[in-house]
């Protein structure tokens, strides 16, 4: 462990120190002040975060930045040592995948006030360069927020990405009734929820059964009607989604602590759709989802969103719904809530993670001009056309 003095002002004659926790028996050791500062997210959750820590093999260790002042906490960064694998992408064509040994903040990993934001991520470039990291990786933090504010403004413009593209995350505050969700939303919208449902019903009546899963004691049965579904679909073709073999530890922990929601469809008895999440903090935040794609014309992902949705609008531990990561209409439909967030690379000033950021920068400002010239619907049906190829199957 670490601790590194920061020279107090004239103002004030109070210490200020920051703490590098390093191992997880140091980030146990900070438990009391880790719950203090509290985190709206459940990445930076401290047993979340040790078990993404112990559950993945490109992660080294924790390194998490403590911030005190005068004895007293006041601020907190979490992020990982990491091997990370970082894409770069010109449509949906991977054109390069280099692996950079990475410092990566969780999303949500920062707490504090700003002047403590500002020395946490002072130390956090210091670090990098200690650790002989190549970069250091923001993962999907709000642009508007104090993390990415600070970084852009002490990492040099030459180690920074560039061609960074902010996505709109969306949100929605839920009343306590899903007639009063509903009443908000496009009649159109509406309309096609309950033309497409009577459909669905009338076809397969019986024969359709949806369940909300939560307990921990149905874990072994849970995984493999996720992963039933989960092998088919397109995400899976892109290395995305749910996947049994790494999400099983996050799964059982999150059962056991009560924030695991799972809502599965069973077709003729055989899973055939799903939905995941976690409630946390009275906030339910929407995780992997997937649908078997034979199934695809009948609408049965719509059909058990709108489920959910249901049933999170009579729950009342619930008050707000986060769709995650990623844009799509049906979240912009639904949403009542948005803000910009961005993934952000900033490249240790070394010969090869320079050369590895000049090259994904080269390729992301090919697929800019491209994306630009194209269009959004042209981008909208080779996305589609993708989606198909990707499938498994």
Known sequence: MTAVAIAPSRASATTTSVRSLRSVEQVEAARADWAALGFASIDAHIDYFLAVTAARE???????????????????LVARLEQRTLPARFGYATVLRPTLR????????????????RELVRELLAGARAEKADAVFLHR??????????ICAQA?????????????HWAARLPDSFEKFEKDLPSKLRGNWRR????????????????????????ERLVADL?????????????????????????????ERGWFNAWLMYLDGEPSAFELGHLYGGSFFLGARGFDPQYGRHGIGTFLQVRMLQDLCDDPAVHAIDFGFGDADYKRRCANLSWQEADLLV??????????????NGVAGADWAARRLAGKERIRRIKRRWRDLRTPG
């Open 141 to 150: 933090a709000p642009v508007d927020g104090a993390l990415y504010r600070e």
């Open 102 to 117: 990475c410092l990566t903040v969780v999303h949500g990993g920062i707490a504090g006030s700003p002047s403590a934001v």
């Open 347 to 360: 490249y240790s000033p070394a010969p090869r993670p320079l050369l590895v950021g000049a090259a994904r």
């Open 196 to 219: 497409d449902g009577r459909k669905l019903l009338a076809e397969f009546g019986d024969r359709l059964e949806i369940r909300r899963v939560r307990e921990a004691e149905h874990l």
């Open 227 to 255: 992963e039933s579904v989960a092998s088919k679909t397109y995400q899976r073709g892109l290395n995305a989604g749910f996947s049994a073999s790494d999400d099983l530890p996050l799964v059982k922990l999150a059962l």
């Open 58 to 76: 490109e992660v080294e260790r924790p390194h998490v930045l403590l911030l005190e002042r005068g004895g007293v906490t006041e601020g907190m």
């Open 156 to 168: 040099p413009a030459a180690c920074r990405q560039r061609f960074v593209t902010a996505t709109d």
